[in-house]
């Protein structure tokens, strides 16, 4: 079988230390990836990058939670129903699939299993009827019985449930946004899809809260004019962000702001913007938490079109969730230009009817009822213990008074930009990948921009004299020290170690050799142009300084 | 109760942004903890400054591999046996205690329960026999049965399953180092100190792999005259490096210079260096893995003594566990200067005799026989799909040959620093914290040092006058640009906005007031002097990047 660019770039990535996979000596699982020297660094410099236009460009705020999670957290979130793949098994085999992977999607899942269309892709055997699977992974805090928990399928759980500290924290003004990275995990049934379909990944998030009549972002005029490339599901296009917003292709300034600072993003980073769009998903698509989405995505030659990032507008849906589950005020509030009068309807319970009819619990009912906001008032019922107890009308008398009202109270929309990281990195190298012909022998290029490659600079004496060493170890040592990550190398032909430097995405290499001795030059080889300048030893430090953009 | 240094430091913590409890709207759990705003990014300025320690000086390398970790490597590793804690349950209640925090430690816990001398702490019943409790976390990877797997206990095992690729990676040399900065997890039975005893932690840790024959540092020369705070269980004392290993107090080069890079790291981010040792543990308190320990000691108000590093000799326990489970070659080579000719020892088989006594199995029997490596020729077993065959002796010879050798193969020692990243940050806070009078109330001041402050600089306008407030935002903006983080402020009076800068550690205000318009200049104030001075705008980028050591 011929590789592919998949199967190159995975070697290419083992053999010289970007990429592992993980538990190999033990037989490996799906799933699970290592980062070795070069990728770690390229991994942290996608994060930093992320960072900057996040907390500088953004002025976002970042958190930091842990990813083992309480039970109570992700009921209430929805992930315990919702965050689940429809799995058949094996009768025989016992094997567990994803209906979506064998099942082809012109036909219905029961259509498929009754009429025994579909058999175990491993055994042969008959399937056992489809059933939902959750993906989190469980574990329990503590011994003994404990408490049970999951780990995390998202990092925006931790900053929702921080809400009302982090609102305090930007002195109640909206909008602000807060960032996470961190690792998610998703315990997916039978992951085929390599460093694509982790099921312990690196997420960056960022969650932008905002007064849900107000979808603006301060910067938007700025980039206004500034084009999108969009996919409607049938069409790619171009247009500017205005334009999208005013025609209603996108619903809202904050979320178009959003998916342009992303592409701006991937585009620094070096994702090819010819295998870049936005796909907006369709009703049947959205996650359960999401009023809209658009789906970053960029092009692999072996997996096609596959999603990087999400950008979703999640509306009240989180907070309202955990108000409900823990009646803890998680509201914003806009203050009125000058106070309002207005008329509210309080309920003004009866103790003298409670009190005998409700005995001990009439206490907690009557603080419960002068907190209801009385709307509907065909039937009142509270919420005592667990048991939702009934009022009767004859307990209590519904009051109508004025009261001064400061401002009101609401709940604020969430704008989310949702980046996978591991796949990021996966698409630099993808993107960034060449191949060329040299002397007959294939050679490889990897074209990381000077900001990603994970070694900016690749220091060489020319030959091993020791004059020439000396030298190359002390530019060395210079560059580390103004924090120039470089490559030490004196082994092989120049020629070869240049095709090293080259081949891990090096984007300069410094050479010393006899004239340096003489005149006190280098010479500075530039990976793209091949181009070879003579330099003063002298001006190194500042001359990458300058290029790497320090 | 009065209010120790802990609780201010954790009420301040969660007031202004740094530390928070984690899941507090449900309940809360032992254990956990969030990073604010302020406490991520001291975190990762923590993080940052220790890679610069570890990257750039030491040339380390770093990698990143899971938190969910295969049941067989934790088995091989030892962990699935060791990392335990004595634990009792009562039994009425069921709640579970760890037998060393709830027995004084001048009875054993045998004599402790059958005396009856120790009731449940919480309900006063009977406690039951004591028995050991793994502390990790575990979960399963895949539906149905799935494969067992728990959270990592520390992450160096992601280090030593990878060794062979890494030494490949490293040209085949060591010394080398390996990094990795990331969660660990430790299930612990009832966790009662807070941020200093946390289920769910950051780790920072470094694998430096020798030749067991050379534990020699090559920048040992360099700082062989600095001295290192030691305690030997009895006195505290200052050594140098080279008398601590000439007198054999710290055993070898290696682990002395890793002592002092750690020092060196600690005292610069902040930690007070009265508050500051080595302990070496004794031998019944060393891991499973170790076979010499230095821990870094911080001293706490209310806790004392606190563990915060551990720098462990872990000789070739781990590679030799996962050698001995997987049969991987992790060996590392050292070349003979010229090839030597010894004599060896080999197996030849006798296939007319094994073939008829084992059958199908003697094929594979041959070829484990033909890698044996004759020692003792008392008794010759294989192992054949997990059963110890034994061979008689007239299955085969014993034949002496010359071999010439080009190097010999051993496995590499490691020495590992190991930092509990949180404590350190704990730490921080709690050493550089400070109160004073300031007309009769109680001023906070918190002297984090400039690179480790999460806010570098407070910019203010002096009154809310729109000239102000323009060139106030402008410089925010130029400072951001920069890199510099920065604080806004335009609430309450100047010295609130000061007060609330010095509380949260920020070393640097900036006011724009009425003489800006004139002249162009701007007061700086500092921190810890509140020395005030007059700056031109234009020098104000320059200035900062060279206070904070850019």
Known sequence: MPQDIYDKIMMLAKRRGYIYPSFEIYGGVAGFYDYGPLGSQLKNNVENLWRSFFLLKD?????????????????ASGHVEEFTDLTVDCEKCKRSYKVEDIINDNISVEQALRKDKIKCPTCGKKLKDAHPVNLMFSTTIGAGEGRAAFLRPETAQGIFTNFHLLYRYNRERLPFGVIQIGKGYRNEISPRQGMLRLREFSMAEAEVFFDPEDKKHHNFDSVKDKELFLFDNEKEFKISLEEAVDKKIINNQALAYYMYLTQDFLLSAGVDSKKFRFRKHGSGELAHYATECWDTELYSMRFGWIECVGIADRSAYDLNAHIDSTNVDMYAMKKFDEP????????????????????DKAGKIKDLLEKIDVKDTKKISVEVDGEIIEIPENCY??????????????????????????????FLLEHNYAEIKKKGEEYRILKLTPQMAPIKVGVFPLIGDKKLVDIAKDIDKNLRNAGVETYYDDGGTIGRRYARMDEIGTPFCITVDHDTLEDNTVTVRDRDTTQQERMKLGQLVSYFQKRLEF
Do not use: A, Q
């Open 59 to 75: 002025n976002c705020i970042e958190i930091n939670t842990p990813t083992i999670t309480l039970h109570d957290v992700l009921k």
């Open 397 to 426: 008398e519904i009051v109508e008074t004025k009261e001064k009202m400061m401002g009101e109270k609401f709940v604020p929309h969430v704008i989310e930009p949702s980046f996978g990281i591991d796949r990021v990195v996966y």
């Open 340 to 359: 309002k009068v207005v008329k509210v309807k309080k309920i003004v319970p009866k103790m003298n009817v409670m009190g005998p009819f409700f005995k």
